[in-house]
């Protein structure tokens, strides 16, 4: 069989039974059209390897697989056994694994090559695995992922705006960071409350060390810990003043309005009083 003879995903969906499953944040995309733009936004050419986290009933696999991707796909949920089979049947260049992706090993499933990661991410563990991403000892080559909109925004806003803040910080000293698509609660199955965006990073070149990005959690801990308050107020305990005037920023400042070039300096002048 061939991807194009695949029953559709909603007839797969019904054919065996399957509903969404809220605890693991299941919304599905079943209009390959969608999905096809996602893919396409991911920039993943032909023979590259993708890792995609959570297939569900495999919309966006099948829309990944048409690019001539490799894809690896990890999956929490059992249930969707037997119509992601279906598709490997109809693709040899589809990996299916069930386990959870917050306890996977990229490196090893990437065995030292790149790998991109394209994922409709469940809401319930969206940021903590963007976290593990851009933290962890593995780096993707590049990440196209659909978020909840307000996490977009919290991911993609800059100094001064409503949603900047720490995952901000994060997600911009490690990577370039751009919202390249909406997507309406309709265009789910079932639709979730909020509306989705996907946003699509790039890892610099000159990514932060370990040390840096650990000592970069820190600092942003503590600064947007109380992000109303001055930075000389919520950065007393890491050093006051003292770590201001060594990073060049304002002690008056407030933490939301600092750019990440100016959380990075602090992270250096936290290091170097260590
Ligand atoms: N990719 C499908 C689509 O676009 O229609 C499904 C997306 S749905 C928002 C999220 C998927 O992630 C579900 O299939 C869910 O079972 C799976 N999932 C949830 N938690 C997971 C985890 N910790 N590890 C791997 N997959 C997970």
Not at 139 to 149: C, E, I, V
Request: include cysteine.
């Amino acid at each position: 069989m061939t991807l194009e003879g695949l029953p559709t995903l909603r007839e797969a969906l019904e054919a065996h039974g399957l509903w969404a499953n809220k605890a693991f944040g299941q919304h599905f995309l079943l209009d390959l059209n969608i999905t096809r733009k996602i893919a396409r936004l991911a920039q993943v050419s032909a023979g590259a390897h993708v890792i995609e986290v959570g297939p569900g009933p495999g919309g966006l696999t099948r829309a990944l697989l048409e690019t001539g991707a490799r894809v690896t796909a990890v999956e929490r949920d059992e249930r969707f056994r037997p119509l992601l089979d279906e598709i490997s049947a109809a693709s040899s260049s589809l990996n299916v694994i069930f386990a959870d992706a917050l306890k996977i090993d990229e490196a090893q499933l990437a065995s030292g090559a790149p790998a991109h990661v394209v994922s409709n991410l469940p809401y319930n563990v969206g940021t903590p695995l963007l976290i593990k991403w851009l933290t962890g000892p593995w780096t993707p080559a590049s990440l196209t992922l659909m978020f909840q909109r307000e996490v977009a925004d919290r991911i993609t806003e800059g100094p001064g705006e409503d949603a900047y803040g720490r995952l901000a910080v994060i997600v911009q000293a490690t990577c370039a960071a751009h919202r390249v698509m909406d997507a309406p609660a309709r265009a789910f199955t079932p639709p979730p409350k909020v509306d989705s965006a996907v946003v699509r990073l790039e890892p610099r070149a000159d990514r932060p060390s370990p040390e840096r990005l650990t000592a970069l959690q820190t600092v942003t801990a503590a600064a947007f810990g109380q992000r109303r308050k001055m930075l000389r107020s919520s950065l007393k305990v890491l050093g006051g003043d003292d770590l201001i005037a060594a990073a060049g920023l304002d002690p008056q400042a407030r933490a939301e309005v600092v750019p990440v070039d100016g959380f990075l300096a602090l992270a250096d002048a936290w290091l170097a009083r260590r």
